[in-house]
Each structure stands twice: as structure tokens, then as C-alpha cells.
């Protein structure tokens, strides 16, 4: 048995639930191994962000396993003045390995939840120009709100339906999940040509366009069709 010098953090968790109310019951735990996001993967978001929206190769950023949050809340991070929501699907692996064919992909996917990536836009946009990498804007503290996991089992895989965001009931983003450039499987096949993707990888899958800033006190509402909507408060 090991002996571990200082006492181990505990495993990050994301709840599971089998319906659409997000009622979690008896629905048991993901446990969270990594988490990969994709840049840039609704062509108007693209736009919105001064980028081409021309289907080129797909780049990814990680946040931290711990990153992700269920608890409805949302404190506003530090060293930052311009913090932006971005409105995501996240896909939960139940298996993985590497260089996964696309038709195969999905069958390495435990499930769906809606979640949130949030920014610090103007940190990440200093890093941008300095040519660094992201995380100070992108993997800070509870960066990653996000609602029960749904059983594909339960629900099936979404490939196309709303995807929405209002902040205090004012519509900020709307797009449909079959707008996405680089569609599920894809990014599971083109992770796995890289990285060994394993279960408890989390995937989140492209934000569509009209991002914008939040402020504190601000209630934010991801919907997505299909599952349980994510209601989170900014603190």
C-alpha cells in the first residue's frame, strides 16, 4: 500500500443524472482525469474573435481537472477587469487510447452536460500578443461551471439542437450544436492522434458567437438541447 508524504487533494467530481430535470439522485459521480477545449469551433465565433472561420486544422487549450464546478456559483477571479462567458457542450469519456477512428469515437463517450468556459479575456489577450500560452486567462480557479453529466445511454449522442446563453434573461448567445466546425467525433479522433485520451476525460466542445462580459451579481443560464440547463451566479 502507498504511503503518501503529505495527505492526497481529493478527485475532482462532476455529478451524473439520467434525466433532464438535472435531478441527481442516486446518479453517482464522473470522476474528472483531464480536460481539453477546443478554440474557435462555430465559424461566426471565429468571425466575432478576427479569425477566418475556414475549416482548418483544430487546436486545443487544457484547463484543470479540478477547474470544473457544479456548484452554481461563480466567483469573479482576481487580477482581471473583463471576464467573458463562453457557453459549451462538454463531452465525458468512459474509454479511450489513442489514434481512435472517427466512426468508432463515439462509442468511447459516457455522456453530455452543459457547461460554461469562462475567461479572463483581457489576460488571455495580453498572452496572445506576448505569443504565451493561455492559462492565466483560461484555467484559473472554478473556470469551467458546469451542469449534471447525462448518460449517452439516456439521451443519445446530440448532434444538433440549440445552445443558448442568457444573462439576467437577456439572450447573449445563440447558435445549434450542428453549427460546430469540428463535429464530436472529430475531436475525439484528432485528440487521439496526440494525446492518450482515457475515461474521465472531459471535452469541451466550442462556444458559438456573441461572448461578452459579466459582471458580479450577474445570473447566467446555459441551455442546451436535450439537457439539464446550467443556472450559475456570478459571486
Known sequence: MTEFVI??????TVPVTGNVTGNVSGGGAFP???VYCIGRNYAA???EMGHDPDREPPFFFQKNPSNLDASGRFPYPPRSADVHHEAELAVFLRS?????????????VFGYAAALDMTRRDLQGEMKRAGRPWEIGKAFERSAPVGPVHPA???GHPARGAIMLRVNGEMRQQGDLGQMIWKVPEMIA?????????A???????TPAGVGPVARGDVMEVTIAGLAPLTVTVT
Do not use: Q
Open 32 to 34: 474528472v482525469r483531464r
Open 7 to 12: 495527505d492526497p487533494p481529493p478527485a475532482p
Open 45 to 47: 465565433h471565429a468571425v
Open 96 to 108: 479511450g487510447g489513442t489514434d481512435i477512428p472517427v466512426e468508432r469515437a463515439l462509442d468511447h
Open 200 to 206: 474521465g476525460d472531459v471535452i469541451l466542445s466550442g
Open 190 to 198: 484528432y485528440l487521439s492522434e496526440y494525446f492518450e485520451l482515457a
Open 153 to 155: 445511454s439516456a439521451i
